[in-house]
């Protein structure tokens, strides 16, 4: 099935290390991390390259660390690995937009995991905003990536929310049209995501490579990483 993503032109990536970052008050947290990575307090989930972006943005980008459990990792596991192994991984994206990964989408779902993407649903979208019916799973390979893009605004609405599982992993949100300005996100396992308003329309997002994939000068490996990510429809 076909990704609904705009790619815009390449942007080169914002530095590691050089450019100032700061800690953001806005990652929240319902439980340790237990990811293997060291501990971050929540607030520092989210770095960028000045502290008036990050605060600019500070309602329009969340992370919410253990936002489903180990069980409910389990059980959204075993209602999409078996349709997933039917797939190969694919490294052409039609687009150019991924490198390493399968994908499909779900309408219908057993009664655990409905009242997981009921729970996303209730925290990342307003109560009469109208949803994407299709739930979007992409599949990344241990070597998959993402690359910058934007998702096409003829599909998607203001606001982008995905569950990461299986692998901690680094999204980096960049401006569109002024690389100096860029977020750094650490999406634990079992971590939910939020992208909202500007930070969705005005600034590219992506996957890093395991081998680009630092946080606060930490390695962290990317394994095999599955998103399971809900989108509302424009308005």
């Known amino acids: 099935m076909k990704l609904l ?9 914002a530095p590691l290390c050089n450019a100032p ?12 991390a237990n990811s293997g990575l060291l501990p971050f307090r929540d607030e520092e989930l989210i770095v960028g390259s000045s502290p008036e972006l990050v605060k600019r943005l500070s309602s ?7 936002f489903i459990s180990e069980e409910e990792e389990g059980a959204l596991m075993r209602e999409l690995e078996p349709g997933l192994r039917k797939k190969r991984y694919e490294f052409d994206h039609w687009d150019d937009a991924i490198h390493g990964y399968r994908e499909t989408e779900r309408v219908t ?11 996303v649903r209730s925290v990342a979208f307003a109560e009469d905003s ?23 605004v003829k599909f998607c609405g203001s606001t982008i929310a995905g569950l990461s599982l299986l ?8 401006k569109e049209g002024a690389t100096n300005e ?16 500007q ?20 390695k962290v490996p990317r394994q095999r990483r599955i998103s399971v990510i809900c989108r509302n429809l424009p308005a």
């Open 109 to 119: 779902w057993g009664a655990a995991c409905e009242g997981v993407l009921s729970r």
């Open 130 to 152: 109208p949803l994407l019916g299709p739930v979007h799973i992409l599949d990344l390979d241990k070597a998959g990536y993402i690359k910058p893009h934007i998702d096409s």
């Open 5 to 13: 993503l705009t790619v815009v032109k390449r942007i080169h990536k």
């Open 182 to 197: 860029w977020l750094d996100l650490l999406l634990p396992r079992r971590s939910l995501y939020i992208l909202r308003d």
């Open 21 to 32: 970052r700061c800690l953001s008050s806005v990652a929240r947290s319902s439980g340790p």
């Open 199 to 218: 930070a969705r329309y005005d600034f590219t997002h992506e996957i890093l490579k395991d081998e680009e994939s630092l946080f606060h000068g930490q």
């Open 60 to 66: 329009q980008v969340e992370v919410r660390t253990e």
């Open 167 to 174: 692998s901690d992993s680094i999204m980096r949100l960049v």
